[in-house]
């Protein structure tokens, strides 16, 4: 749900291509009018992101170039691991979303929504920009979860006090 905070995270171990340019690439996908895409484009813009946000104030560059992410100009085309996460953070008002784009822990982008879907999808993608571009882009241990996850939360607001009536009667007994 994106009346949730979540954290979406995943480690890109490589990206190799050949042709004109690929990519990989993580997405917060609502729906083809509402999305965040988070990407290394090798042979284009390098690091990037596009975000549509029909009917709202977040559409930035829904398709072409994107918007470049100047602080990685130095690494843009660096094919090897980086891990790539994206915070989600409701404002308050139903589809008000903010969005955070980290590479390896470091906040690189910040993308604002107003009319983002309730629910949303999380996609990884390799992609060649033309035919006959070849892309292979691996990617390892991705993670979705709320934050934090309200059963955490729960165990332990129901675990302390468990433990301290268990600890007390034991004490009572002996």
Request: net charge negative.
């Given at each position: 749900s994106s009346a949730l905070d979540a954290e979406v995270s995943v480690d890109r171990v490589s990206l190799t291509g050949t042709?004109?340019?690929?990519?990989?690439?993580?997405?917060?996908?609502?729906?083809?009018?509402?999305?965040?895409?988070?990407?290394?484009?090798?042979g284009e813009s390098g690091w990037s992101y596009n975000a549509n946000d029909v009917g709202g104030i977040g559409t930035n560059n829904p398709t072409g170039g994107g918007v470049n992410i100047a602080s990685l100009d130095g690494i843009d085309n660096d094919g090897g691991q980086h891990?790539?996460?994206?915070?989600?953070?409701?404002?308050?008002?139903?589809?008000?979303?903010?969005m955070f784009m980290y590479l390896d822990d470091n906040l690189v982008a910040i993308q604002g929504f107003s009319n983002f879907p309730e629910t949303y999808k999380v996609?990884?993608?390799?992609?060649?920009?033309?035919?006959?571009?070849?892309?292979?882009?691996?990617?390892?241990?991705?993670?979705?979860?709320?934050?934090?996850?309200?059963?955490t939360v729960a165990l332990v607001c129901c675990a302390v006090p468990v433990a301290l009536i268990a600890w007390r009667r034991r004490r009572a007994v002996a």
């Amino acid at each position: 749900s994106s009346a949730l905070d979540a954290e979406v995270s995943v480690d890109r171990v490589s990206l190799t291509g050949t042709g004109t340019a690929y990519r990989s690439s993580l997405w917060i996908y609502g729906d083809d009018g509402h999305y965040l895409h988070f990407s290394q484009n090798r042979g284009e813009s390098g690091w990037s992101y596009n975000a549509n946000d029909v009917g709202g104030i977040g559409t930035n560059n829904p398709t072409g170039g994107g918007v470049n992410i100047a602080s990685l100009d130095g690494i843009d085309n660096d094919g090897g691991q980086h891990a790539m996460k994206i915070v989600i953070s409701p404002t308050g008002e139903p589809g008000d979303v903010s969005m955070f784009m980290y590479l390896d822990d470091n906040l690189v982008a910040i993308q604002g929504f107003s009319n983002f879907p309730e629910t949303y999808k999380v996609m990884l993608t390799g992609q060649g920009r033309a035919i006959g571009d070849s892309v292979n882009a691996v990617f390892d241990n991705v993670n979705v979860q709320q934050v934090p996850e309200p059963s955490t939360v729960a165990l332990v607001c129901c675990a302390v006090p468990v433990a301290l009536i268990a600890w007390r009667r034991r004490r009572a007994v002996a």
